[in-house]
Each structure stands twice: as structure tokens, then as C-alpha cells.
């Protein structure tokens, strides 16, 4: 029982230490969504813009994740199933962005993609770091870290296109980045889906208390 009860104590300190860290990366993905949402449309960038709404999808996610926290295993699975779905759609609505830009020819604002996406790689730079500890949490958890790793690897790339768009004056740099990170959303979806499902299959085979 003295065992029993020392899990116990620590699966809370978890899980109060994970939803005090969720409220922070909510707070700063938020607030980095506003200020990409405004500088990627007036810059013209595909990748800014791809990054904002990746912003905006974490945001969400972190929503769900503190709405789960506590539960059993079951609905944690589910929301992580929910949250694997929407990276995946993600994924495809910047593949359609960036066929836009792509087609149009858009060159992008090199300055204000460097600027931005330097502010954005450090809040993501934060938020890895404090989600690193839950990284081998259960879907739950796991999912919100690979929100933010994902958004590490963007942020990284932004600044590559930055320069590419800087040093070639086109912007085949930024659509080339767009496309990297739709990869990463999708390949980080299937992951994600991959767990969460196991999992749901796994709490609907154990017998009901």
C-alpha cells in the first residue's frame, strides 16, 4: 500500500507539473500566432503564414491536453487521436498554400521572415524545453512535445528560406520550406495517430472498474 500510494503522489506531481507547463506553452503560441498571422501576410510568405497557423493548432492542442489531464487513459487517447487528425490536416492545407504561392510567384519579404522567424524559433526554443521532461509521457503528453519539436525543426527552416530568399531574390526558398514543414506536421500526425490508437484499443480491452 506505502508503494500504492508514492505512485500515486508522484503520477499527481506529473501531472500538476505538466498541466502548469501546458498553461505556458498555450500562453506563448497564442501570443506568437497573433504577431505571425500579421507579419506573414505582410511579408507574402508561405512559410511565416504555415508557421502561424501552426501557432494557432498548438494553441488548440494545449487546450485539449488541459482539458484531458487527470482523465483516464481512454479519453487522453482520444484527444490525442483528435490532436494526430488536425496536425494531419495541417499538413495538407499548407501543401494547398504553398501551391498557391507557388504558382503566383510570390517573393516574399527576406527582412521581416528573418526578424519573425527568429522571435518564433526562440518561444519554440522555450516551449521545448519545458515540455521536455513529459516527452515519454503517454499520447497525451508525447503529442505536445512533438507540437513543439516540429515547430523547432519550421522555425529553423524559416530562417534558412530567409536567407535563400534573401541571396536568389525568388522565392522558390520559402515555398521549398513550406513543403518541409507540411512534411513534418504529417509525418509527426501519423506518429501521434499511431499511439494514440494502440492506446484506445489497449484502455477498450481492460475490464471497466
Known sequence: MSASCCGQTAETRSRDGFRRVLWAVLAINA???AVEVVAGLAAGSAS??????????????????????????????MAAFAKGATMGLFGLWVIGVTAWHAWHGTVPQAFTMGAV????????????????????GDSNMRSAWICTRNDVHGNLAVLLAALGVFGTGIGWPDIAVAVIMASLALHGAWIVLGQSWTEMRASALQPAE
Open 31 to 33: 501570443g506568437m500566432f
Open 48 to 77: 511565416l503564414q504555415a508557421d502561424a497557423l501552426d501557432f494557432l493548432g498548438d494553441a488548440g492542442n494545449y487546450v485539449i491536453s488541459l482539458a484531458v489531464v487527470g482523465m483516464a487513459l481512454r479519453y487522453r487517447a
Open 117 to 136: 522567424g527568429t522571435a518564433a524559433l526562440l518561444a519554440n526554443a522555450i516551449s521545448f524545453t519545458l515540455l521536455w521532461a513529459f516527452r515519454q
